[in-house]
């Protein structure tokens, strides 16, 4: 099983980015999809989910800026961002794992993880 992001890249602060992250060996049917980041020296944190039949969940931090998105039959889901701010810098994770509404926030809930994708926003 895999997870492979993509999409990363430098951009100025205000601008935006689209990050995909492409499963395949499996299907995830009913499977929670969400993005995370880690900046140097922090913590892996949470950033947006989406839950099987279209619920989606963010942080605070990235409400009204990023939209989660999943396409089931390619298996890929999608990270809108936009206006972005130099602290939405960091390596951005995809994960997936069957997880219950209350886990939806913890990284460690997640079973399968993508490399990661740098995002710099500029100031």
């Known amino acids: 099983v895999q997870l492979q992001a993509f999409g990363g890249g430098l951009v100025q602060a205000g601008g935006s980015l689209r990050l995909s992250c492409a499963a395949s060996g499996r299907t995830f049917t009913g499977y929670t999809m969400g993005w995370f980041r880690q900046a140097p020296g922090k913590e892996r944190e949470f950033v947006a989910a989406?839950?099987?039949?279209?619920?989606?969940y963010y942080a605070d931090s990235v409400k009204g800026r990023f939209t989660i998105s999943r396409d089931n039959v390619k298996n890929t889901v999608y990270l809108q961002m936009s206006s972005l701010k130099p602290e939405d810098t960091a390596v951005y994770h995809c994960?997936?794992?069957?997880?219950?509404?209350?886990?939806?926030?913890?990284?460690?809930?997640?079973?399968?993880w993508g490399q990661g994708t740098q995002v710099t926003v500029s100031s």
């Open positions: 994960g997936a794992g069957n997880i219950i509404l209350s886990a939806t926030y913890q990284p460690t809930s997640y079973k399968y």
């Open positions: 989406s839950r099987w039949g279209g619920f989606t």
